[in-house]
């Protein structure tokens, strides 16, 4: 786990983030209506249970290449996405599913893509890494550690140009911040008042490393300092927690064009990919003693719970809806046809995608 | 028609496009108060403002990176980099990201950024700062590649690059930033993809671009005069999306070819011609496909002898007598 368990950091700019309390009583929280807070429970529901088919999928030889879940990691994604507003967009690596379910994205086109089906997303040319919903303001989905740093940097340079007021949301594992180009987009943002958060996810590990023995220094989000940039950490098991913390960060990106790192605090339960055994870098019991204790959905289901918000029998009926969506996503992905082989050269170019508006001549493809 | 320089011919590519669309950003390293380490970009801040042409940190893989980021929402913004030899530091923004964005989001993303400057040796700056990628580029299905030779060419492609939907990498010549050439005064865009014919012959076609094209003009004035010998000079211009019909024809009219290139001969854009060249029209040539390329070491440092390494007006001689030999 992270050595950074630390309160949040306020941001300097405290006139834009007055918030005091718990995390629901935040304002941000307490002024959401009872459907919004079992929306943001049946989202967190809705990933868990597509993830759980994907991976029988995955098992079934159903789909090809890596699958990373993002199990126990559900409130993160949701928690910020649920924070969008027109003009916010949002940005992550390769564990991508949640943030597309939270966007808005069919799971039906999420897992036919799975499946490497023309039904797909991304017509099955993408695949799980490498989701996107330019409609729903979701850029993937990048699958190099770090990579997509510099184009969230460059998704709030094109809103500050257009003098928008929105804010990029840039995600990245604990094990990317030690990326040149991360860095590289840190001090962009900062030096130009880029409207960013910098989300690292810090799940513990970076693929099989701890962050003990992968990153130097006090703590990850700290690293922010080092370009004069705001910066917070906020645990992520409490979907509350992670809005009341974000919703700081992003009103500064989007009020007052200042970038910001912010650090979450969660966990996966499974490994880095279906593909790792997950039995050389933690113990059975760490992952327990999480599940057990911080799962985002139970916290938060025991927070509605007593909150009155939510009952035990709309509970048991979002996760048998989500149980269903699931299926129906598995069996629409199962009855879908794959691209075909004259396919694989569409969507290479806009020109020839747009053979009518085509300007250059010559030949794009070879063989 | 008014005699830039191919410097002045690119500026004015940038002056028109920026004023024409707003979506329009020069960003790089001293593009704006520098006036561009080459001075392309010379009096372009002062036009157009610090929003619009932007000084970046020396960060390149950051900085063209957010420009692909800022293209995908829209923003069609010229990266210039000081040398393109300096992509390699950006080489996961450029070919994993621009290149590739399109085709994993299943044609729901485009990315019309332009990434522009220099590629080129001969100037004694080593191997690090002598590279000619437009090959690497090339390799990547999703973008395009442009070479351009004269002033004319630089303009018009660049102007069409900048409106392309696509990733344009654009690939200009310290040597050439001084050379003067004819540029039409009423505006004129140079689709990409379209080969030129500088010079017409009937012995031998010379295939080549960027600036071997005027060493091969010259020693193609050479062999006329003390060889007569009447050499076709076919400029691609365009790397990809490549000109072949143009190529092709010159072949079915010479009959023999000599490929000439300032690239590494490995894997190089000569390669590729060879290769088409002989598939689609084995039974037009009179003899094998003759290649001129940079001798295959890293780039020399000694200033005499870096002249020797790279294609030079006797060396494409050499190597024309060869081919038609």
């Not at chain 2, 039409?184 to 080969?195: N, Q, R, S």
Request: charged residues 20%; aromatic residues 8%.
């Amino acid at each position: 786990m992270s050595k950074k368990a630390v309160p949040s950091a306020d941001p300097k700019d405290e006139a834009a983030c007055a918030s005091a309390g718990s995390p629901a009583a935040a304002p941000i929280n307490a002024l959401l209506p009872n459907e919004g807070k079992i929306e943001l429970h049946r989202k967190m529901v809705r990933i868990r249970r597509f993830e759980e088919r994907s991976l029988r999928a995955y098992q079934s030889k159903k789909i090809g290449g890596f699958l990373h879940l993002y199990i126990g990691q559900e409130a993160v994604a949701v928690g910020c996405c649920s924070l969008m507003g027109p003009n916010d967009h949002v940005i992550t690596a390769y564990r991508d599913h949640a943030h597309a379910i939270a966007v808005g994205m069919d799971t039906k086109a999420l897992m036919a893509e799975l499946y490497g089906k023309i039904t797909g997303c991304s017509k099955g040319k993408g695949g799980s890494m490498h989701y996107f919903a330019p409609s729903l303001n979701y850029w993937g989905g990048h699958g190099i550690v770090g990579g997509q740093i510099p184009l969230g940097t460059g998704l709030a340079y094109a809103v500050k140009y257009r003098k928008l007021k929105g804010a990029a949301m840039a995600f990245m594992g604990d094990g990317a911040v030690n990326q040149g180009a991360v860095h590289e987009a840190y001090n962009l943002a900062a030096l130009w008042n880029l409207p960013v958060v910098f989300v690292v996810e810090n799940n513990g590990y970076s693929m099989g490393t701890s962050q003990d023995r992968s990153s130097a220094g006090p703590g990850l989000a700290q690293r922010a300092e080092a370009y004069g940039m705001n910066w917070g950490t906020c645990f992520g098991h409490d979907v509350y927690e992670v809005r009341a913390t974000m919703d700081k960060f992003l009103t500064l990106a989007r009020e007052k064009n200042l970038p910001s790192v912010v650090e979450i605090d969660t966990y996966r339960y499974r490994g880095h990919s279906v593909a790792d055994p997950d039995k050389t870098y933690r113990t059975r019991e760490e992952i327990e003693d999480y599940r057990r204790t911080k799962d985002p959905i139970q916290v938060f289901q025991a927070a509605l719970l007593a909150e009155g918000v939510l009952t035990e029998a709309l509970a048991e009926q979002i996760n048998a809806e989500a149980v269903a969506e699931a299926e129906l996503a598995a069996e629409f992905a199962e009855a879908s046809p794959f691209p075909s082989v004259d396919d694989i050269q569409k969507d290479v170019y806009w020109e020839v995608d747009n053979p009518s508006q085509r300007t250059s001549q010559g030949r794009l493809f070879f063989d | 028609m008014a005699v830039l320089t191919y410097r002045e011919a690119i500026r004015a590519a940038l002056a028109e496009e920026l004023a024409r669309d707003e979506n329009v950003v020069l960003l790089g390293e001293e593009v704006a108060q520098f006036h561009g380490a080459y001075k392309v970009s010379e009096g372009l801040l002062e036009k157009f403002g610090p929003d619009r042409i932007v000084d970046t940190p020396i960060s390149e893989a950051g900085f063209i990176g957010m420009g692909v980021g800022a293209s995908m929402l829209g923003i069609r913004p010229v990266m210039e980099l000081m040398f393109w030899s300096f992509y390699s530091v950006a080489f996961d923004q450029i070919l994993n990201n621009a290149a590739n964005v399109r085709y994993m989001s299943g044609g729901l993303i485009n990315c019309p950024i332009v990434i522009r400057g220099p590629a080129n040796g001969g100037t004694n700056v080593g191997a690090t700062h002598s590279h000619t990628p437009e090959n690497v580029l090339a390799n990547h299905p999703g973008v395009k590649v442009i070479v351009p030779a004269t002033a004319r060419d630089a303009k018009g492609l660049l102007k069409s690059a900048i409106r392309d939907n696509d990733p344009c990498f654009f690939l200009e010549n310290t040597i050439l930033y001084g050379e003067k050439g004819e540029v039409p005064d009423t505006e004129e865009l140079i689709p990409l993809g379209l080969a030129d014919v500088k010079r017409t012959g009937t012995d031998l076609t010379i295939v080549t671009y960027g600036r071997c094209v005027l060493h091969s003009l010259a020693a193609a004035e050479i062999l006329e005069k003390d060889h007569d010998i009447s050499v076709e000079v076919v400029d691609l211009r365009t790397i990809r999306p490549l000109d072949f019909d143009t190529v092709l024809a010159s072949v079915k009219k010479t009959h023999r070819v000599l490929i000439v290139e300032e690239q590494k001969p490995f894997a190089s854009v000569g390669s590729q011609l060879a290769y088409m060249i002989q598939r689609e029209a084995f039974d037009e040539l009179d003899g094998p496909i003759h290649r001129l390329a940079t001798i295959d070491a890293p780039a020399i440092y000694s200033p005499p002898v870096e002249t020797e390494q790279l294609p030079n007006v006797p060396r494409v001689l050499k190597a024309a007598l060869a081919a038609v030999a």
